[in-house]
């Protein structure tokens, strides 16, 4: 439960930056172009959502920060190179299990 608290704060942290005014992101279609030409709290929902998405149902609720910016940078330099790749496709590449 503790663990659970600690997420969930850390979560609502995060997002607090967020602006006021609603945005939808479709990541199923947006490539790593937008990805890297997005705004700061933008390309941070879009690298929390991968690293909680490739952990799954089974691992723990930990956010293992030198473990995520190290994702985070080889998720950048990928998609800096590879432009027109989705980011669902370059996070399969990065991340996938």
């Known amino acids: 439960m503790k663990i659970l608290g600690v997420t969930l704060f850390a979560a609502i942290l995060a ?11 479709d990541l199923s279609t947006m490539s790593c172009k937008q ?7 933008e390309i941070k929902m879009v690298l929390t959502w991968m690293d909680g998405w490739y952990k799954g149902d089974e691992d723990e609720a930990i956010i293992d920060t030198e473990v995520f910016v190290a ?4 998720f950048g330099t990928f ?9 669902v496709n370059a996070a399969e590449k990065i991340l996938g299990k």
């Open 35 to 41: 990805f890297i030409e997005g705004g700061d709290d």
């Open 79 to 87: 998609c800096a190179a590879n432009p027109s790749i989705s980011i």
């Open 15 to 25: 997002l607090s930056s967020v602006p006021a005014h609603a945005v939808v992101l």
């Open 71 to 74: 994702n985070a940078k080889k």
